[in-house]
């Protein structure tokens, strides 16, 4: 059993950055993918960054090149630089864990671990 605590979000203006992270508990962190997913108002949950224990890295087309997705294994934490934001990144973001790689298609509906969402605002 993995639990999640995601933090760092809040509002910020287009173009500003932010920095998420996801604490996970047990002594198993490091063997797990970590992976962010987000909910825009009126849409469906969307993959967004994924990273295994090897730091191998999986983005969406929307955020490459503006989010890098991060672990530290000491610290059994994940975190999500966001930089570049726009409006349209507005949206609850919730953090993952899966023993299996994250799939970058769907909503998420085979991961199996899940931390409550934290909200990021970005205002135009």
């Known amino acids: 059993q993995v639990q999640l605590v995601a933090s760092g979000g809040g509002l910020v203006q287009a173009g500003g950055s932010l920095r998420l992270s996801c604490l996970a508990s047990g002594r198993t962190f490091r063997t797990y993918y970590m992976g962010w997913f987000r909910r825009a108002p009126g849409k469906e949950r969307e993959f967004v960054a994924a990273?295994?224990?090897?730091?191998?890295?999986d983005y969406a087309d929307s955020v490459k090149g503006r989010f890098t997705v991060s672990r530290d294994n000491a610290k059994n934490t994940m975190y999500l630089q966001m930089n570049s934001l726009k409006p349209e990144d507005t949206a609850v973001y919730y953090c993952a864990a899966d023993p299996s790689r994250i799939p970058t298609t769907g909503w998420g509906q085979s991961v199996h671990f899940w931390g409550q969402g934290t909200q990021v605002t970005v205002s135009s």
């Open positions: 990273i295994s224990g090897e730091n191998n890295r």
